[in-house]
Nanobody, 115 residues
């Protein structure tokens, strides 16, 4: 089992920044990719950014150039640096850990961007 705990959400004005953190514990050796997803009210959950064990990253087109995913392997932590936030970034953000078979999810953290 893998446990994921997010933190760092909150309320910010448009143009501002937030940094989300996700601490992983448990059988983390089974995970080969970490990611951040988000779900806005009435919408499906969508991938925001991901990072593989090899360091490869992937971003949704809507956040490219504004968000950065990175990790501290020594601390088993993945971060999502969010800059130039827009009202449409408002959502619950979920940390995800995955391998070829399983997906693990955190409890989610709310990000609200006011205009």
């Amino acid at each position: 089992q893998v446990q994921l705990v997010e933190s760092g959400g909150g309320l910010v004005q448009a143009g501002g920044s937030l940094r989300l953190s996700c601490v992983a514990s448990g059988y983390i050796g089974s995970i080969n990719r970490m990611g951040w997803y988000r779900q806005a009210p009435g919408k499906q959950r969508e991938l925001v950014a991901s990072i593989t064990n090899g360091g490869g990253t992937n971003y949704a087109d809507s956040v490219k150039g504004r968000f950065t995913i990175f990790r501290d392997s020594a601390e088993n932590t993945v971060y999502l640096q969010m800059d130039n936030l827009k009202p449409e970034d408002t959502a619950v953000y979920y940390c995800n850990g995955a391998n070829f078979v399983l997906n693990y999810w955190g409890q989610g953290t709310q990000v609200t961007v006011s205009s």
